[in-house]
């Protein structure tokens, strides 16, 4: 606030200095320079920073600009049509009695050209303060705009933390419900394992970004329960580039990806699902290939993933990149290939 005034009387002085200057220097260069003239001219553009100014502080003191546009168009010609005949009758009868000496008020076509060039000051003045006040309301509309929907998805990606962190509870809770009337050693590994996934702080992270090397370690072990409860039928591998194990990505991206791969596997083949991770750079991006056992449809051609958890990722990936990123699945001979760049 302190420096937009500061601005304001920056900019109020050199606009009006420069009229006084230019007037100055056309009677110089005419070779018509008297003193008393050019501290009149100085004098008139102080009563220009004067009177622009009061119109200044009555807009602001009775929120002109914060009514309607038509009504400003109003004030602001009939402020401009009284500030610039306010403003040409002080030019004109002081140039008559001071600068002049005139004792008779006559009207002179010079002094009057005078009058009607303060009047067109003044009014310009009005017009482009105006023109300024409604362009910085739109800007402030727009900034507001941004701002509440960028609320707006802050609050939607809350939501679905909401639903993501009590899904992925569920799924390892169910691994080691069943893993307790199978074989509750597998059990007793799983719940420590839990434990540690948990301490980890992975329901603590929020819709950050977090280092890539910290989401591969919850995504290990994750895919220690789920081998705790598949056994053989789970095969895991993992192809990490060193190169990104420090980049940053969204919490939680990666793991859902693979706990849908997972899900889906089983549900399409009861037999045996294998998933491959691989993560490396391309180009100045992130690639993320998952691959698992399974079929989409008889269509094999790219599209879109569905699902919720394959949409949250989307909403997720958009949020973050808006749209500079791409997230495609086929389905080639048996296995169901998940591909996510950003």
């Keep these: 606030m302190r420096k937009a005034i500061v601005v304001y009387y920056s900019l109020q002085s050199i606009c009006w200095g420069l009229v006084a200057l230019q007037q100055i220097l056309i009677s110089v260069v005419f070779n018509d320079f008297r003193l008393n003239r050019s501290l009149f001219i100085v004098f008139l553009s102080c009563c220009g ?85 409604y362009f910085q309301q739109l800007l402030q509309k727009s900034e507001e705009k941004w701002q509440l929907q960028k609320n707006l998805q802050e609050i939607e990606m809350d939501l679905l933390k909401l639903q993501i962190n009590p899904h992925f509870l569920f799924n390892t809770l169910n691994t080691i419900r069943a893993l307790l009337i199978a074989s509750p050693d597998q059990a007793k590994i799983g719940i420590q394992t839990l434990g540690k996934l948990l301490m980890g702080g992975y329901l603590k992270i929020g819709f950050g970004k977090i280092p890539l090397k910290q989401e591969l370690e919850i995504v290990k072990q994750y895919m220690t329960i789920e081998k705790l409860r598949f056994g053989e039928k789970l095969d895991f591998q993992m192809l990490i580039s060193e190169e990104v194990e420090n980049l940053m990505i969204p919490a939680g991206i990666l793991l859902t990806l693979i706990e849908n791969a997972v899900k889906h596997g089983f549900k399409t083949n009861q037999g045996q699902n294998k998933i491959h991770l691989t993560i490396e750079k391309q180009e100045s991006q992130l690639l993320i290939f998952i691959s698992n056992v399974g079929t989409l449809s008889q269509n094999n051609a790219p599209s879109e993933p569905s699902g919720v958890g394959l949409q949250n990722v989307i909403k997720r990936l958009h949020f973050y990149f808006q749209n500079a990123f791409n997230i495609q699945q086929t389905s080639i001979e048996g296995f169901v290939h998940t591909k996510v760049i950003f």
């Design 49 to 133: 920073f004067a009177l622009t100014h009061f119109y200044r502080v009555y807009a602001l003191h009775n929120q002109i600009f914060a009514k309607r546009f038509a009504y400003q168009i109003r004030v602001g010609i009939t402020a401009s049509l009284f500030l610039g005949i306010l403003m040409g009758l002080v030019s004109y009868y002081g140039a008559v009695l001071f600068l002049l000496k005139k004792k008779t008020l006559v009207p002179d076509m010079r002094l009057l050209s005078i009058a009607l060039n303060c009047w067109i000051l003044i009014g310009s003045w009005i017009f482009l303060y105006h023109l300024y006040q």
